[in-house]
């Protein structure tokens, strides 16, 4: 980080204290910092306290006609390596999402060309609020990167996703944005059973659109991909996540790519290869809308539905399964099921020509849809495990226990 010049917009949000850490941790990694505050960042840390720690004064008001003059908003947005937006609150993230230009910090956001990472905090309602929702979903495919929000205890007393993230992820994202790795990380890593080797996980749903504001997906959480990817980077793998849209914070020390649709998901992945191991957790939907409708679709007079008329989507597992120079060593797939779970689990491993299925009964009674526990089979080309219900992140573990393993004996049988 040594030399990079990062421009800080501060959000008016409780969390905005943790920004002052956060400045201190980037000047001893030797970056220069200018820092941005809203009106309601004002209100929460003063412009002084960031202009002592920042060593640069720190700017509050677009019409402050000596700054214009002096620095102008233009430059101000273009002169940094990468603005970092913390906290990003639920109303900087709408006025982001619509473009927004009625201060300086969003006047800045508007005009820069450069990496944008907002590090979202807010009140779970907020965050879960389908205005948010669509917000991040508009900001994603607009290309800004984000780190958290983190699930926890709030300054308001309720419990749940929306915290800021600590300066410490903060500062992770950004080294890898920058392409170094972090220090602790690497060395940590080493001599784990997944040190250098890259895993590549698919998780979420997609969705797929029927007009501008409609889609077909499923109930997928992401749950399980996410545990997975964590507990890859865990034994010291460099993971690539594909993952759907969720709402899950990103794992850290993880490359998180999102995407929407079954087809974005196939290009994200096909993109992340070469990988030692693949587990394709995704709920991907089978099916799209052969015709995207360019408008809304309207309500017919007579209350007579429209037709759909459906077309296949690409499958992401059969795909990078099928024998090719950069197939991975081990492929894995999930086979969610509501009846006859073995012996279309084993039929799917076949068909798909995975190395490994997870099979899982997701019959709604069991709550592996969406909820934190699970009960898998593993089915392999010898046979298949019953594994005891755990929870999803202890399921993670031991799959990827299990993977590294297996990747270590196909190793040593080929050399
Ligand atoms: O065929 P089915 O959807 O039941 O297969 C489940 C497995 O296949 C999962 O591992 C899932 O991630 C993967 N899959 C895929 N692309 C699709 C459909 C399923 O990768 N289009």
């Known amino acids: 980080m040594q030399g990079k010049r990062i421009l800080l917009i501060v959000g008016g949000g409780v969390a905005a204290y943790k920004s002052l850490e956060f400045v201190r941790c980037l000047k001893e990694r030797g970056a220069s910092v200018r820092a941005i505050l809203t009106k309601g960042g004002a209100e929460f840390v003063t412009p002084l306290s960031l202009s002592v720690l920042t060593e640069e004064k720190a700017l509050t008001d677009l019409f402050d006609l000596k700054d ?6 233009i430059r101000l947005a273009r002169e940094a390596d990468l603005v970092v937006v913390a906290p990003a609150t639920a109303d900087l993230l709408a006025k982001m999402a619509h473009g927004l230009a009625d201060d300086l910090a969003t006047a800045v956001l508007l005009a820069t060309d450069k990496q944008v990472l907002a590090v979202p905090a807010m009140n779970v309602r907020m965050w879960e609020h389908p205005a948010t929702r669509r917000n991040m979903a508009t900001l994603r495919a607009d290309g800004i990167a984000f780190v958290g929000p983190e699930e926890g205890e709030m300054a308001c007393g309720e419990y749940g996703l929306g915290r800021m993230a600590e300066p410490e992820a ?18 940590r890593a080493r001599g784990m059973p997944l040190y250098g080797r890259k895993v590549l996980i698919t998780s979420g749903p997609t969705q797929e659109p029927i007009d501008p504001v409609r889609y077909i997906a499923n109930r ?14 865990e034994l010291g793998a460099e993971v690539t996540l594909v993952s759907g849209p969720v709402t899950l914070p990103d794992p850290e020390g993880v490359k998180v790519v999102r995407v929407d649709t079954a087809h974005e998901m196939l290009a994200a992945t096909l993109a992340a290869l070469p990988a030692d191991i693949a587990i394709c957790a995704a709920a991907v939907a089978d099916w799209r809308a052969a015709d995207e409708a360019l408008q809304k679709l309207k309500k017919q007079p007579d209350g007579s539905g429209p037709s759909l008329k459906l077309a296949a989507n690409p499958d992401i597992l059969a795909t990078i399964a099928k024998p090719s120079e950069n197939r991975p060593r081990l492929v894995v797939g999930f086979a969610a099921e509501t009846e006859n779970l073995i012996e279309n689990a084993k039929g799917k491993r076949l068909r798909k020509g995975a190395d490994w299925i997870v099979a899982n009964d997701v019959w709604p009674g069991t709550g592996a849809m969406g909820g934190d526990r699970t009960q898998v089979h593993l089915i392999t080309s010898a046979g298949v495990e019953d594994w005891p219900p755990m929870s999803k992140d202890e399921m993670a573990a031991r799959l990827l226990a299990r993977a590294a393993d297996a990747l270590s004996q196909i190793r040593s049988a080929a050399e």
């Open 68 to 73: 214009e003059a002096e620095i102008g908003h």
């Open 220 to 233: 997928s959480s992401g749950k399980q991909g996410h545990a997975l990817a964590r507990a890859a980077a």
């Open 170 to 187: 903060i500062l992770a994202a950004i080294e890898r944005f920058f392409g170094e790795k972090p220090v602790a990380t690497s060395l």
